[in-house]
């Protein structure tokens, strides 16, 4: 396990340092491993030398951080396969390797790359998946993350999330900055930065705009920026509070939490900001909404039955079940992506632990030992979960899967960071 | 070999932060009633160096005009502005009473002046909820002074959750420190 972190590290430096991003960057490390860890190879490609960034370092990468697969050395092989055909799979039994991963780089006369890769498995001599990429050499790290999400959904059956991006807030000195990279980490930039501190950050379901909370007006206000612009509107700026956005599936409705009438409750609106109406008629605190996948209904966070609970509300009708019974602090409801269940944060012996509650059986799994886990944002194949917790007095991430066996560390060089969120798939 | 690595980067990463705040100035649209301009030195931008937007604002606000008043001499129970509150409570405790009862009977003698109650948390707990909290300790300041004759539009409150820690520590003495709401007159 530690030469993986080294060789990931290794990789780190050798792909990150030609284009250092001035800014604190975060690196993943796994931590804890599932145990039936896919055995796969991952044969260098052919003329891929010709490139300094190549790709099959950042697949290989990618697919040891989900701690699903274990990389099986490819040394010795010759000649290396580099086309499905060539692959011997009598070698590859030999090493364990239950898949192997072949292919080519060859330069176009345009200054373009043609990629061809082909996924190989090694018991059945099957292959499994082929493809091929016209792209630039700035290209190649988005090339990597899209071969590595098919390797995944290939053989795990859920889609991959290499391709996606993380959004969350770091706070260096007395400055706060809300961040965008890659979900391994690479180019982070940051999106707005402000001496008051932001949280909060929510992403619109086709990745263009993050809705989020900034106490820069010396109050909660909650606005929404455009990524590709930067561009940026206050939609909900009324008098009190303005918190907790939260996107409907559609991308043109967002649930918040204001207390312009008195008290937190929920409302909907544009995300323009126009059609403002209030959801919630209840004397407690309602806050904390989340579309369900379908967007027929909301969970949210309420004290109105004494404690904090999680509850759900139909949209079209209004009507309020309680969800969350054990215990006397269940909050930060964050639906899983098939609606069967939500992953939430809970107060047990006044340590704060990320959970996991399957709606049909009512059975709560325990993910994290706390004491300060928070902000759970669950990827959207539903297998990884990233939260915030803290370390030594700093804030820090971490990522758990949904079944508890696979444990990530994500590592700032910044202050502290919290308030993660994952961001959507990819538009294919 | 790790650690150096990492304090590498910083250091590069550290360089690299301070030349990063120039961007052109974008205007910036206020829904709903209570409009501010956008302080807190906060500046914005999109991804991918592609397009720019931003602001950039001193946060000034115009005073209330409540000159060299019994606000901020020491010797005034009205320079006193924070309410303490128990864990987990939002009631007014029996030894802030006189100080709620003082800027109470302030906003009723000076009908012109307003004020931002500001409610806060410690740090135990949901961010979001924790935002809620605050509004609720806040709020039940504001209700005490309505009660005693303040009017409605003469109080805002807000709540900062636990994102604005007044003691940064991780213990119950800290704690008790940031379980509170602040008074701010219109202008301060």
Same mark, same amino acid.
């Not at chain 2, 005009?65 to 009205?78: V, Y």
């Not at chain 2, 604005?164 to 213990?171: A, L, S, T």
């Given at each position: 396990m530690h030469s993986l972190v080294r060789t990931l590290l290794l990789l780190l430096s050798f792909t990150l340092l030609p284009a250092l991003p001035a800014r604190a960057q975060l690196t993943i490390e796994i931590v804890?491993? %599932?145990?039936?860890a896919v055995p796969i190879s991952i044969v260098p490609f052919e $003329?891929?030398?010709?490139?300094?960034?190549?790709?099959t370092g950042i697949v290989g990468a990618d697919l040891a951080r989900s701690g699903l697969f274990r990389l099986v050395d490819y040394g010795?092989?010759?000649? #290396?396969? %580099?086309?499905?055909?060539?692959?011997?799979?009598a070698d590859w039994r030999a090493r364990g390797a239950d898949a192997v991963v072949v292919g080519s780089m060859r330069a176009l006369t345009d200054g373009r790359v043609e990629v061809r890769f082909a996924l190989v !498995? %090694?018991?059945? $001599?099957?292959?499994l998946a082929s493809q091929v990429y016209t792209v630039t050499p700035a290209q190649f790290r988005a090339t990597a993350h899209r071969i590595a999400d098919v390797i995944y959904e290939k053989l795990t059956g859920a889609p991959g999330v290499f391709s996606t991006r993380i959004a969350y807030v770091t706070k260096q000195g007395p400055r706060f900055a809300l961040q965008v990279a890659d979900a !391994?980490?690479?180019d982070p930039q940051t999106i707005v930065s402000s001496n008051e501190p932001l949280l909060s950050p929510r992403w619109a379901p086709d990745g263009t705009r993050i809705a989020y909370v900034s106490l820069e007006q010396k109050k909660p206000v909650v606005y929404v920026q455009s990524l590709a612009t930067g561009g940026r509107q206050a939609i909900a700026n009324f008098r009190g509070s303005n918190s907790a956005p939260a996107w409907a599936p559609d991308g043109r409705t967002l649930a918040v939490t204001l207390t312009?009438?008195?008290?937190s409750q929920l409302y909907l609106m544009n995300? !323009?900001? $126009?059609n403002v109406r209030r959801v919630t008629q209840s004397a407690a605190i309602d806050t904390e909404a989340y579309f369900m996948p379908d967007g027929q209904s909301l969970l949210f966070t309420s004290d109105r039955g004494g404690s904090p609970q999680i509850y759900r509300m139909s949209v079209g009708s209004g009507a309020v079940e309680r969800i969350t019974f054990e215990g006397g602090y269940n909050v930060t409801p964050r639906p899983l992506p098939d609606g069967k269940g939500m992953v939430f944060v809970r107060r047990e012996g006044g340590r704060f632990q990320v959970a996991t509650l399957d709606f049909a059986t009512r059975q709560v799994q325990v993910l994290t030992q706390g004491p300060? !886990?928070?902000s759970p944002s669950v990827a959207p194949n539903g297998k990884m979960v990233i939260y915030a917790n803290e370390q030594g007095g700093r804030g820090v991430l971490a990522a758990v899967s949904t079944d508890g066996r696979v444990r990530q560390r994500l590592s700032s060089t910044a202050t502290d960071v919290r308030e993660p969120a994952w961001g959507p798939l990819a538009r294919p | 070999m790790r650690k150096l690595f990492l304090a590498a980067i910083a250091t590069v990463f550290l360089a690299g932060c301070a030349s990063q705040e120039t961007q052109p100035e974008a205007p910036i649209d206020d829904k709903g009633a209570a409009t501010a301009p956008a302080g807190g030195g906060t500046s914005t931008s999109g991804v991918g160096g592609a397009g720019v937007g931003g602001t950039s604002a001193s946060g000034a606000v115009a005073g209330a005009?409540?000159?060299? =008043?019994?606000? #901020?001499?020491?010797?005034?129970?009205? =320079?006193k502005r924070t309410v303490y509150f128990d864990f987990d409570s939002f009631v007014v405790k029996d030894e802030f009473r006189p100080l709620v009862e003082a800027h109470a009977r302030y906003l009723v003698a000076n009908r012109s002046a307003r004020m931002t109650i500001q409610g806060n948390t410690d740090e135990r707990g949901s961010r979001e909820y924790n935002i809620a909290l605050g509004q609720r300790r806040a709020d039940a300041i504001k209700r005490m002074m309505t009660l005693l004759g303040?009017?409605?539009?003469q109080i805002e409150t807000v709540s900062f959750g636990k994102e604005?820690? #007044?003691?940064?520590?991780?213990?119950e003495s800290a704690w008790a420190e940031n379980r509170r709401g602040d008074i701010l007159y219109a202008g301060e």
């Open positions: 804890g491993g %599932a145990g039936t $003329s891929e030398a010709t490139w300094p960034l190549g790709i010795g092989i010759v000649p #290396r396969p %580099a086309r499905p055909e060539e692959v011997r799979v !498995d %090694a018991t059945k $001599s099957a292959v !391994d980490g690479n312009r009438d008195g008290g995300a !323009d900001g $126009s300060l !886990d928070e | 005009g409540t000159g060299t =008043s019994p606000l #901020r001499d020491p010797a005034n129970i009205l =320079s303040a009017q409605e539009a604005k820690p #007044r003691n940064p520590g991780h213990e």
